[in-house]
T-cell receptor
């Protein structure tokens, strides 16, 4: 089992460029999440999808859009990258529901905007 | 909204016991989780408490008091490989996980 797979692992963008971060999970999970982590800080929720066909804003959604393409895939798009979006981005998935206890994380995408 | 507080850093020696505290404020609460993250790595799940009391998993234990909105992670027989950041996280009614700022644990020889 691959678990949660993110692509790319590293990316450098120029200010104003756009890109899409891809995430796929093979655990048949209902819920998927996008977090960003800045140096020495915790994980801040950007967007999440509680189930296929739904998406909701998290704590820091400005400058981002998401698409839950199907149950497996949840992509994050930066339409016009800014230096403030330099961060490590983690995708995660979980079974969903109030009894669910664990989130599984991908290995992260390290994004630098210059 | 939801917010969590943890100490920023903790230092201990090999073989010792260390406790990492977490207090939370949330409008809805299902449970408190703990995650470990080594430098450059992804967070990995350690434990989860939905009910008051202590949960033990090997060298790690986690405690929850719902009435006090408080929990802690207890690490025993510390090893060098336990040097990492530890995050508490709340599972709320919004079906998402909200993470604390993290506690960096340094284990000294």
């Amino acid at each position: 089992n691959a678990g949660v797979t993110q692509t790319p692992k590293f990316q450098v963008l120029k200010t104003g460029q756009s890109m899409t971060l891809q995430c796929a999970q093979d655990m048949n999970h209902n819920s998927m999440y996008w977090y960003r982590q800045d140096p020495g800080m915790g994980l801040r929720l950007i967007y999440y999808s509680a189930s296929e066909g739904t998406t909701d804003k998290g704590e820091v959604p400005n400058g981002y859009n998401v698409s839950r393409l199907n149950k497996r895939e949840f992509s994050l798009r930066l339409e016009s990258a800014a230096p403030s979006q330099t961060s490590v981005y983690f995708c995660a998935s979980s079974e969903g529901g109030h009894l669910n206890t664990e989130a599984f994380f991908g290995q992260g995408t390290r994004l630098t905007v210059v | 909204g939801q917010s969590l507080e943890q100490p920023s850093e903790v230092t201990a020696v090999e073989g010792a016991i260390v406790q990492i505290n977490c207090t939370y404020q949330t409008s809805g609460f299902y449970g408190l989780s703990w995650y470990q993250q080594h430098d450059g790595g992804a967070p990995t799940f350690l434990s989860y408490n939905a009910l008051d009391g202590l949960e033990e998993t090997g060298r790690f234990s986690s405690f929850l008091s719902r009435s006090d909105s408080y929990g802690y992670l207890l690490l025993q027989e510390l090893q060098m490989k336990d040097s990492a950041s530890y995050f508490c996280a709340v599972k709320g009614y919004g079906q998402n996980f909200v993470f604390g700022p993290g506690t960096r644990l340094s284990v000294l020889p």
